[in-house]
């Protein structure tokens, strides 16, 4: 059971170039979640999503983009990198939804370094 | 809006000892609360919630929270503290009250756990 499985783990990008971390899921979850986690901060929300088809823009959604195409993939893309955008990335998923008590489960985190 | 807040960035325990990490939140109407772990380079894992019912909530690895209304607070609670609990503890509180919405992350507390 592999759960939430996220890829890269590690990437270094300059500044202007583009890319997406995967995320996919085999417990056949609908809600799927992408955050990310500076140092010395909590979560911060940047897109969720649902169910396939379905994407709404979270807390700090700028400089990002999202797909739901499946049930199990939503791939987060990131547009001209800046180094602000230097940050563990980490995708989870839960099948009821948290606003009514789901329970998430991560992936192990995308370390991500914008130079 | 709702909140939570974590009032202590670090706590330090000695092994044996009974342990107690902080936990506020500011919430309009019921509150669903959560306590999530991080170990070193891994994603959050769920350790325990409060959606209704019984105050004392037991969860993974001995852990309890108690949920008080009067206090606003949900502390995490472990009778006798290992090594191995040291790690970054997250409290969280949902953001609504429809499956799709979001939870809030508190900023989390660093737990020490000293042999």
């Known amino acids: 059971n592999a759960g939430v499985t996220q890829t890269p783990k590690f990437r270094i990008l300059k500044i202007g170039q583009s890319m997406t971390l995967q995320c996919t899921q085999d417990m056949n979850h609908n809600y799927m979640y992408w955050y990310r986690q500076d140092p010395g901060m909590g979560l911060k929300l940047i897109y969720y999503s649902v169910g396939a088809g379905i994407t709404d823009k979270g807390e700090v959604p700028n400089g990002y983009n999202v797909s739901r195409s499946t049930t199990e993939d939503f791939p987060l893309r990131l547009e001209l990198a800046a180094p602000s955008q230097t940050s563990v990335y980490f995708c989870?998923?839960?099948?009821?939804?948290?606003?009514?008590?789901?329970?998430?489960?991560f992936g192990e985190g995308s370390r991500l370094t914008v130079l | 809006a709702q909140s939570v807040a974590q009032p202590e960035d670090q706590v330090n325990v000695a092994e044996g000892n009974p342990l107690t990490v902080k936990c506020t939140y500011s919430v309009s109407g019921n509150p669903y609360l959560f306590w999530y772990v991080q170990y070193p380079n891994r994603g959050l894992q769920f350790l325990l919630k409060y959606i209704t019912g019984d105050n004392l909530v037991k969860g993974s690895y001995g852990f309890e929270a108690e949920f008080n209304k009067s206090q606003t607070s949900f502390h995490l609670k472990k009778p006798s503290a290992l090594v191995s609990d040291s790690a970054l503890y997250f409290c969280a509180v949902r953001d609504g009250y429809s499956s799709a919405s979001k939870i809030i992350f508190g900023s989390g507390t660093r737990l020490s756990i000293r042999p």
């Open positions: 989870a998923s839960t099948r009821q939804g948290t606003g009514v008590g789901g329970e998430l489960f």
